[in-house]
């Protein structure tokens, strides 16, 4: 082991932000009283929506924000609440997101997005009466036929003739773009290491080898910590559909989607880390079924159908290969094997034991399904649409995936995957770039113009967000319907690469 | 370092340890005093900060902490205020972690990763990892034309302004928000999936691979699992895993279609070999020393499986025991496999180990073990008088018409509370066998010489068997009187009084009246006791 190896992560931008996400036992004060905050926000602003002014709930609940303000001011000195990307920070701490706060963190992003407002800075003196004055304005901002920034400034104004000096706002950080340049290259970088070390670890198993844990441990904590600090651009690398690297691409794919499921649902950074693992594993028992089988190209015979159906099993007894763990695998044996089980235990293999199938199992079955459908294999020539692919998970309870989990899914990639090729009303093609941050915009996601209105394909393309509204109220752009990007030879993966 | 060092040496309590975290902690204050971050640079022999060696070591040792961070690829540290109070401690203990670790283990970049650091921050170069191609999207494609997209895009616009409307379930967002019950069922299967057993689990999985695939390589490869799992298992104490693997390779055994008899044999032989005496007595040794037990039911659940060959190490350890929590559950184990196994426990009758002996012998006649009969009888020849007076009880509690006929040498032995032991269970089971023996004994000189508690207990039994027949000989023990007029000795009349008190017939009671005003008080009283026996 030398240093003339090759330097992979030897920026700075390399820095592992180990901080990001603590397990709840070591939080720190902040970010238990940071939730706390957001929490009571979140209610106060939905307590605004519902009720009259004078009613209790909305009092209570001012109070409440005004008090757990006042808190975080006295013990951190300041308090600002800063909104990048999709994340909060308060001060410096960016907040964790789970499954109790999901809803509130949210709320706040959209309306802060929706109001052109990118920090919140809270003096200790905010009384109860100043924030009901904020948050009705932010509310009443939320829309509106002018751009974001328009509506920070006219929020600016009306705050001002309303005198509340306890608040000071400030627009989104310049430095967001940069950020995102940045975190598309080491996404860049950790998708291809992790193809790189998948194809190692499937070649080691099939010619009966021992794979390098350390390495794949590595690769599934790289995935993890982009996945944690900025999802987008790593979920739009599954949009590559290598068709000759199925096998490695597909593994993680299914590695990714599920870890982002994963962090949808609240799971710790170490949870992750195992459901990663076991995401990236769940198709090893593969390396044990003959390649010509694998890849044959015409219909299989009921034995070779056998074998292919074996790969959940044979994926167990390979992990046992894997004798450099401290640990054998076990949870990532229990995921190979439950994979194609479905949630009604009708799938296979058919369990002989009782048996509950594991969430981590669900998760991952759902990552395979949809990312088996939606790329080109030598079977699957034409990949199936992966809006069609979402559609048929939801309606199809034979498909065997767990409704909730779907749901959850769908949160994570939006009705519209990325990925999908959609026509617009403008008479463009867009390739779906990114889910709309803002929540209840999940069919309108942010999108990369790829053909003008002659039909001309354009590269790299423009991106819009489809929730933009012209100057009469009336959206911009709305999908009218998906594609099929073979059929018009635009090659998706080239506008994430 | 020295932090490093005493982390390494002494226990967290101890004043040198304390000593030495508090010096490091106050050296933060001064750097916190210059700076908010405090960055440390690594290369092989040196740390430096603001590129000055603070630390140099020669060394490419494990106790060379710079080597030690440079080796995993560490590059960069960067310390935050409040790092020293919070997360200090943590990572001495990495450090220690990766100092013994072996090549195998997880190195410092995944540990300090696992970590989870707030007041931490590092940067490395990935030593494991080569540089990897680009990824792109393979195949030959080719593009539609223009016109071709144009016609595209106008049909589906124009067929969704014909149709007026979209379908509104694909655009309703609020479709996809978890609700609560749901946000409810989802924290409780993130609960289960770390409660669940991920051994078991896995078992479970092999053991449906095992009965399903009827491939010898497949059965071959599975098995070998199962005999690695079992170890590591009873290793970690993983009891109740063990038990289980047990339990379900027997119903294996039963369902799997087309065994070979070798997977057969393999398959028992996982039970058989924790039930050798080596295995199950590292197992009994660990458990007995154990500062904490597992779950009473899982040691139980284990105990269950135990083979009949596992009784000779379970008696073993029955009389060695010293936690007073295992010794119930072992002795329902002993009990249940020797009742299961009777002639196991014959044959642990006659261990050369004679605590195993013993607590064989003593099981079989609790058990009544008629099987045990003869070995038992083969007991009675041993030179070790308590083990053949057990055989004696165990003979008794049997009380078999052959168990006491095996019984019937004893009653000659050597050993005073043999033959007690021996005569008062032919008396209590009214063995008439026995009795030419029994007459010829207390007729005989060797009775005279025997202590009170034995000659009486020969009386008692021969009175219990004799019936009328022996009154005459008894009643001239009692009130014969000799060549001058001398009568018998006092200790034996009061036993004849006895012997006749348990004849109980009218003409016994007659024999023994007449001795009722009799002056030797040893004399007196056995008579008046046996005729208060006789209800006279």
């Given at each position: 082991?030398?240093?003339?190896?090759?330097?992979?992560?030897?920026?700075?931008?390399?820095?592992?932000?180990?901080?990001?996400?603590?397990?709840?036992?070591?939080?720190?004060?902040?970010?238990?009283?940071?939730?706390?905050?957001?929490?009571?926000?979140?209610?106060?602003?939905?307590?605004?929506?519902?009720?009259?002014?004078?009613?209790?709930?909305?009092?209570?609940?001012?109070?409440?924000?005004?008090?757990?303000?006042?808190?975080?001011?006295?013990?951190?000195?300041?308090?600002?609440?800063?909104?990048?990307?999709?994340?909060?920070?308060?001060?410096?701490?960016?907040?964790?997101?789970?499954?109790d706060n999901y809803a509130s963190f949210s709320h706040l992003l959209s309306i802060f997005r929706a109001t052109g407002v990118g920090s919140l800075h809270i003096a200790a003196n905010a009384t109860a009466k100043d924030w009901l004055i904020l948050l009705s304005l932010l509310q009443a901002s939320g829309t509106g036929q002018d751009s974001p920034a328009a509506r920070y400034d006219l929020l600016l104004g009306k705050l001002q003739s309303a005198g509340v000096t306890s608040f000071t706002l400030g627009p989104p950080n310049d430095d967001d773009g940069a950020d995102r340049e940045q975190a598309k290259?080491?996404?860049?970088?950790?998708?291809?290491?992790?193809?790189?070390?998948?194809?190692?670890?499937?070649?080691?198993?099939?010619?009966?080898?021992?794979?390098?844990?350390?390495?794949?441990?590595?690769?599934?904590?790289?995935?993890?910590?982009?996945?944690?600090?900025?999802?987008?651009?790593?979920?739009?690398?599954?949009?590559?559909?290598?068709?000759d690297e199925y096998t490695f691409t597909h593994s993680v794919n299914v590695c990714i989607f599920s870890v982002a499921i994963g962090k949808r649902l609240g799971l710790t950074k170490l949870q992750l880390y195992d459901l990663g693992m076991s995401a990236l594993f769940h198709d090893i028992g593969k390396s044990r079924v003959p390649t010509e089988v694998l890849n044959k190209t015409s219909s299989l015979t009921d034995d070779e159908w056998r074998l292919i159906a074996a790969h959940p099993w044979l994926g167990v007894l390979a992990l046992f290969?894997?004798?450099?763990?401290?640990?054998?695998?076990?949870?990532?044996?229990?995921?190979?094997?439950?994979?194609?089980?479905?949630?009604?235990?009708?799938?296979y293999p058919r369990p002989m034991r009782p048996r509950q199938m594991s969430m981590f199992s669900k998760i991952v079955a759902i990552a395979d399904s949809f990312d088996a459908a939606t790329s080109r294999r030598v079977y699957q020539t034409t990949p199936l649409n992966p809006a069609q692919v979402m559609q048929e998970m939801r309606d199809n309870a034979r498909r065997g995936m767990d409704p909730v989990l779907v749901k959850a899914f769908v949160n994570l990639t939006g009705i519209y995957p990325v990925g999908t090729l959609v026509v617009l009303d403008t008479f463009e093609f867009g390739i779906v770039h990114a889910v709309n941050p803002i929540q209840d915009m999940l069919s309108r996601p942010i999108v990369r113009i790829v053909s003008d209105t002659q039909g001309n394909l354009l590269y790299p393309g423009t991106l819009v967000d489809l929730a933009d509204r012209n100057a009469d109220g009336v959206f911009q752009r709305t999908i009218i319907k998906t594609e099929n990007p073979d059929r018009y030879g635009i090659r998706v993966g080239d506008y994430f690469v | 370092m020295k932090a490093a060092r005493a982390h390494q040496l002494y226990l967290p309590n101890n004043p040198i340890y304390k000593g030495a975290i508090d010096s490091v902690r106050a050296a933060f204050a001064p750097v916190w005093s210059q700076t908010e971050e405090l960055e440390l640079a690594f290369s092989e022999t040196e740390i430096l900060w603001n590129a000055h060696p603070v630390l140099s070591e020669e060394g490419k040792s494990s106790d060379s902490l710079p080597w030690l961070f440079y080796k995993d690829g560490v590059r960069e540290l960067t310390i935050v205020k409040g790092f020293e109070n919070e997360e200090l401690v943590k990572l001495l203990d990495i450090l220690q972690r990766v100092r013994k670790a072996s090549p195998d283990e997880d190195d410092l970049l995944t540990l300090l990763w696992e970590a989870d650091f707030l007041t931490l921050r590092y940067r490395y170069v990935d030593l494991a990892m080569e540089p990897a191609a680009p990824l792109a999207d393979g195949g030959e494609i080719q593009q539609a034309p223009p016109s071709e997209i144009q016609q595209a895009t106008s049909a589906a616009v124009e067929e969704s302004r014909a149709q007026g409307v979209v379908n509104i379930q694909d655009f309703d967002s609020t479709l996809y928000f978890l609700d609560e019950p749901e946000i409810a069922y989802l924290q409780e299967e993130v609960r289960r999936e770390y409660l669940v057993d991920l051994r078991n689990n896995v078992l479970a999985i092999l053991l449906d691979i095992f009965e399903q695939q009827a491939d010898a390589k497949v059965r071959v490869e599975a098995l070998e699992h199962f005999e690695t799992m079992m170890v590591h298992m009873l290793a970690a104490g993983h009891f109740r895993g063990v038990a289980y693997l047990l339990r379900e390779a027997q119903v294996a055994a039963e369902r799997s279609r087309d065994l070979q008899p070798e997977h057969q044999r393999r398959l028992s032989d996982l039970a058989a070999k924790v039930s050798t005496p080596e295995a199950l007595g590292q197992l009994l040794q660990a458990l007995d020393e154990a500062v904490e037990l597992p779950p009473t039911e899982e040691l139980g659940e284990l105990f269950l499986q135990f083979r009949p060959t596992a009784l000779a190490t379970v008696f073993s350890w029955l009389t060695r025991l010293q936690n007073a929590r295992l010794r119930p559950l072992l002795e329902a184990a002993a009990g249940r496999l020797a009742s299961a196994s009777t002639s196991e426990l014959v044959r642990l009758v006659g261990a050369s180990e004679r605590d195993v002996a013993t607590e064989a012998i003593r099981r079989c006649g609790a058990l009544k073990a008629q099987a045990a009969v003869a070995a038992l009888g083969k007991v009675l020849t041993n030179t070790n008088a308590a083990l053949r007076l057990l055989a004696v009880q165990s003979l008794t509690e049997i009380g078999s018409p052959g168990a006491l006929q095996a019984l019937e040498r004893a009653v000659e032995d050597a050993d005073r509370e043999v033959r007690i032991a021996a005569v008062r269970a032919f008396s209590s089971r009214s063995y008439r066998p026995v009795l030419v023996r029994l007459e010829s004994m207390v007729k005989g000189k060797s009775i005279r010489e025997a202590d009170l508690t034995e000659k009486m207990a020969f009386f008692e039994g021969y009175g219990a068997l004799c019936g009328d027949a022996g009154i005459e000989f008894l009643d001239s023990l009692l009130n014969g009187k000799g060549f001058l007029g001398r009568r018998e000795d006092g200790e034996l009349r009061a036993c004849a009084a006895m012997a006749l008190g348990r004849i109980a017939t009218i003409k016994a009671t007659e024999s023994l009246r007449k001795a009722t005003s009799e002056k030797d008080v040893v004399v007196r009283n056995a008579v008046n006791k046996a005729l208060r026996g006789v209800g006279a």
């Open positions: 082991m030398t240093s003339t190896r090759s330097p992979l992560a030897a920026d700075r931008g390399a820095l592992n932000a180990s901080a990001a996400y603590p397990d709840t036992a070591s939080d720190s004060f902040i970010r238990r009283a940071g939730r706390s905050f957001i929490i009571s926000l979140y209610g106060a602003l939905r307590a605004i929506k519902l009720y009259p002014v004078e009613n209790i709930a909305v009092q209570k609940a001012l109070e409440e924000t005004a008090s757990h303000g006042r808190e975080l001011v006295g013990s951190e000195g300041e308090l600002e609440v800063r909104v990048s990307g999709e994340f909060i920070f308060l001060n410096a701490t960016r907040l964790r997101l789970d499954l290259e080491r996404a860049k970088r950790t998708y291809s290491q992790s193809v790189a070390v998948t194809k190692d670890l499937m070649h080691s198993v099939r010619m009966g080898k021992t794979p390098s844990i350390k390495k794949i441990k590595r690769v599934v904590q790289g995935i993890v910590d982009q996945i944690l600090n900025e999802e987008t651009s790593l979920i739009g690398l599954t949009a590559i559909r290598d068709y290969q894997l004798r450099g763990a401290q640990e054998l695998p076990y949870r990532a044996m229990v995921v190979a094997h439950e994979h194609h089980m479905k949630i009604d235990l009708t799938g | -």
